[in-house]
């Protein structure tokens, strides 16, 4: 059980294209998604907190109007990433959790994005 | 400070020995603890989680909480070569707005035949 799957696993791009990604919970459902992303070498980045329904909440430093993130159901949430630079080259991974659960936080097996 | 802070290693441990992974962590009033197993290029794995002070027994996996310390630790028993990664350390923190949940910057383990 707790099943979150990505697509695409991975991705290249022309600069200034736009990409998408999506995060599936395949088992349960998940009222809250999360975006991270981790650079080589580095730890988890938390992007932002994706809430059915309702619009994502940004950490400090994430622009907002590059990275859009879409909830639209229980099971599925977006992330598009607005005309791509090669410096947003990264491992982008979701996690959701169980609604009305613990706070345990299932990861996907991840993006990885590389813009030429 | 750092909200979650772990050791980066690399921690070189000989197969068959224990490992042991410690974590501290900067909220006393941090209720829910978890450590993730992340092997390179694949995003983390849940290996456990704590939410009580003391010992969590999962098979060769024991989490260990003192919240008074401001302490997590992981102990892998009887160290196997496929437990070579990077293990997380992640905990509930809370925020004016809501909580969520921090991850420590990993502890590298390997584990040397």
């Known amino acids: 059980g707790a099943v979150v799957s990505q697509h695409p696993s991975w991705v290249i791009c022309k600069s200034g294209t736009s990409v998408k990604i999506e995060c599936r919970s395949l088992d349960f459902q998940a009222t809250t998604m999360f975006w991270y992303r981790q650079f080589p070498k580095q730890s988890l980045m938390l992007m932002a907190t994706?809430?059915?329904?309702?619009?994502?909440?940004?950490e400090q430093g994430v622009e907002k109007d590059k990275f859009l993130i879409n909830h639209a159901s229980l099971t599925l949430s977006t992330l598009t990433v607005t005309s791509a630079h090669p410096e947003d080259s990264s491992f982008y991974i979701c996690?959701?959790?169980?609604?009305?659960?613990?706070?345990?936080?299932?990861f996907g097996p991840g993006t990885r994005l590389t813009v030429l | 400070q750092k909200e979650v802070e772990q050791n980066s290693g690399p921690l070189s441990v000989p197969e068959g020995a224990i490992a042991s992974l410690n974590c501290t962590y900067s909220d006393r009033g941090s209720q829910s603890f978890f450590w993730y197993r992340q092997y390179s290029g694949k995003s983390p794995e849940l290996i456990m989680s704590i939410y009580s002070n003391g010992d969590k027994e999962d098979g060769r996996f024991t989490a260990q909480l003192n919240k008074a310390s401001q302490y997590v630790s992981l102990l892998i028993r009887d160290s196997q070569p496929s437990d070579s990664a990077t293990y997380l350390c992640a905990v509930n923190m809370r925020y004016s707005s809501a909580s969520k949940i921090i991850f420590g910057s990993g502890t590298r383990l390997s584990i040397r035949p």
């Open positions: 994706s809430n059915e329904g309702s619009k994502a909440t940004y």
């Open positions: 996690s959701a959790n169980i609604i009305w659960s613990t706070d345990t936080q299932y």
